[in-house]
């Protein structure tokens, strides 16, 4: 009983996780090695080729992330200007009500 409780969680833990850290196509238990652009969702090598992705533009799951980065980075740095004028405005706020 003890080895199957065990066999049981590999299992679980190979579907999460996958070989290597990759996570598994959870219909064909396969590599998630895709990104569809139209779903923005990761799919593996024959989810690509059924009839959900076949038109869709689809580039390499590392290509999609460092794009995606990318864009965070972009949106945080924006993020940081706006909290920096603020803090501006704030502390001129202050001075003058002093």
């Given at each position: 009983a003890?080895?199957?409780?065990?066999?049981?969680?590999?299992?679980?833990?190979?579907a999460k996780g996958g070989a290597g850290g990759e996570?598994?196509?959870?219909?064909?238990?396969?590599?998630?090695?895709?990104f569809c652009e139209?779903?923005?969702t990761p799919i593996c090598l024959v989810?690509?080729?059924?009839?959900?992705?076949r038109v869709h533009a689809v580039v390499p799951i590392e290509e999609a992330a460092e794009e995606h980065k990318e864009k965070f980075q972009a949106h945080v740095q924006i993020l940081k200007d706006r909290r920096?004028?603020?803090?501006?405005?704030?502390?001129a706020e202050e001075a003058k009500n002093l």
């Open positions: 003890k080895i199957i409780e065990i066999a049981k969680r590999l299992s679980l833990q190979a996570k598994l196509c959870e219909k064909h238990r396969e590599a998630l090695k895709l139209e779903d923005q989810c690509r080729e059924s009839q959900a992705h920096e004028k603020l803090l501006g405005l704030k502390m």
